[in-house]
């Protein structure tokens, strides 16, 4: 499953962004909102590849939300709103010239996003494909 390991790939340089300490210099900011976004980005998508491969037919042309409410109702995600969230921080992502968001973003994604970044991953893996 090609965008699962797209993902996972994101997912590790994401992790890089834990050995980075305030205050950040603006080219390295840039750089951690910029792997958040890559990284959210291949999750929705493996999300995506994952339910179709699993047979919903209604996640062929979902955008990110409706991706994410269906995995919500399939069990793939545990919490919708965290992931609504972290849609909100993507999507703010485009302010990220504001110094303010953009430390926010690497604020929020060292705190939260990216452990569920992980248990998307244990998830799909045990649950979703087939190895």
């Not at 929020?108 to 998307?120: H, N, P, R, V």
């Amino acid at each position: 499953m090609k965008k699962f390991e797209n993902f996972q790939s994101a997912l590790r340089n994401l992790e890089e962004i834990r050995k980075c300490k305030e205050p950040y210099e603006t080219i390295v900011l840039t750089g951690q909102v910029a792997l958040f976004e890559i990284c959210f980005e291949q999750s929705w998508k493996a999300m995506k590849e994952a339910l179709e491969y699993n047979g919903y037919d209604e996640s062929r042309t979902g955008s990110p939300r409706s991706i994410l409410k269906l995995a919500y109702q399939a069990g793939m995600i545990d919490d919708e709103e965290l992931w609504i969230e972290a849609l909100a921080s993507r999507n703010n992502e485009f302010h990220a010239y504001n110094e303010g968001i953009a430390v926010k973003i690497v604020s929020e994604t060292k705190a939260k996003y990216i452990d569920m970044f992980e248990a998307l991953e244990e998830k799909i893996k045990s649950n979703w494909i087939s190895v």
